[in-house]
T-cell receptor
Framework: EPEVTQTPSHQVTQMGQEVILRCVPI?????FYWYRQILGQKVEFLVS????????KSEIFDDQFSVERPDGSNFTLKIRSTKLEDSAMYFC???????????FGDGTRLSIL | DQQVKQNSPSLSVQEGRISILNCDYT??????FLWYKKYPAEGPTFLIS?????DKNEDGRFTVFLNKSAKHLSLHIVPSQPGDSAVYFC??????????FGKGTRLHILP
């Protein structure tokens, strides 16, 4: 069964450094998402992306965050200057269309030191 | 902001019996609901969904019931199997395309 893949599984970064989290969505999916889960808290929506544009973003997704689909397969989340509070599991998801079930990757655990 | 509430942090059910996971929501604009299952060190896995125009959707051992007037939905798993032990997330969408998750209920299937 096709799946969303995320790399790396764990990223450790010094505060203030840039980090890029990578995702390969399911190949025939056109809608892409990032979510995060801070330890002990809910999974929270960050951003949705379609047709090379951000469709919607949450309050969390401030100017430090950006997303990109640099080629036909990858979908990336960049955090420009990481903060301690960015430590979380980051999940990528994709779907065939809007308001369809979203399929999640296994996440990248981001640890900011 | 608790738009989707799962009030039971955990639930234990005997293998072979029915597991019932409950969820309440507060936002009347939600019109599409989903259940996800999550194992440790994995991402959420989509299980089943229901549109607000229906009150029941069934897929194999999994059935989701929606009571719009009570703003309540439930997931029934029957019969429960050991592999069903996981965290179950209730989730909802309104007109936009973002999923709002509950905090999850940890289901333990007892031998």
């Amino acid at each position: 069964e096709p799946e969303v893949t995320q790399t790396p599984s764990h990223q450790v970064t010094q505060m203030g450094q840039e980090v890029i989290l990578r995702c390969v969505p399911i190949s025939n999916h056109l809608y892409f998402y990032w979510y995060r889960q801070i330890l002990g808290q809910k999974v929270e929506f960050l951003v949705s992306f379609y047709n090379n544009e951000i469709s919607e973003k949450s309050e969390i997704f401030d100017d430090q965050f950006s997303v990109e689909r640099p080629d036909g397969s990858n979908f990336t989340l960049k955090i420009r200057s990481t903060k301690l509070e960015d430590s979380a599991m980051y999940f990528c998801a994709s779907s065939v269309g809007p308001r369809q079930p979203q399929h999640f990757g296994d996440g990248t655990r981001l640890s900011i030191l | 902001d608790q738009q989707v509430k799962q009030n039971s942090p955990s639930l234990s059910v005997q293998e072979g019996r029915i597991s019932i996971l409950n969820c309440d929501y507060t936002n009347s604009m939600f019109d599409y609901f989903l259940w996800y299952k999550k194992y440790p060190a994995e991402g959420p896995t989509f299980l089943i969904s229901i549109s607000s125009i229906k009150d029941k959707n069934e897929d194999g051992r999994f059935t989701v019931f929606l009571n719009k007037s009570a703003k309540h939905l439930s997931l029934h798993i029957v019969p429960s199997q050991p592999g069903d032990s996981a965290v179950y997330f209730c989730a909802a969408m309104n007109r936009d395309d973002k999923i709002i998750f509950g905090k999850g209920t940890r289901l333990h299937i007892l031998p």
